[in-house]
């Protein structure tokens, strides 16, 4: 089998299996991949069901914010600019808010 030469400043990619990741790694991506999931359902929840009320709804955002803080103590920063305003935004379309 031929093995070609690296050239210089070339890297090596982890695979797609995540071989030649750590452990570490692996675990934060399962985290940040459980974040994702967890904010589209409520967005979801919050934006399709037509029984759900503009308590409830700020109900489940406040729980998923403090979902992602336990996962991610050091990260409200982030949340804030990512999650908070699409949040709401959607609060604000779905109950017409100003």
């Known amino acids: 089998m031929n093995i070609p030469e690296r050239r210089f400043g070339e890297q090596d990619f982890p695979l797609a299996n995540g071989e030649g990741k750590s452990q570490h790694e692996e675990d934060e991506g399962r ?56 949040l709401q935004r959607l609060m604000r379309e779905r109950f017409r808010i100003q």
């Open 31 to 86: 985290k940040i991949r459980r974040l994702q999931v967890m904010m589209s359902m409520v967005m979801s929840v919050i934006g399709q069901d037509p029984s759900l009320t503009l308590e409830e709804a700020s109900e489940l955002a406040a729980g998923a914010k403090r979902a992602a803080l336990a996962m991610f103590p050091d990260k409200e920063l982030a949340y804030d600019l990512l999650y908070k305003p699409r």
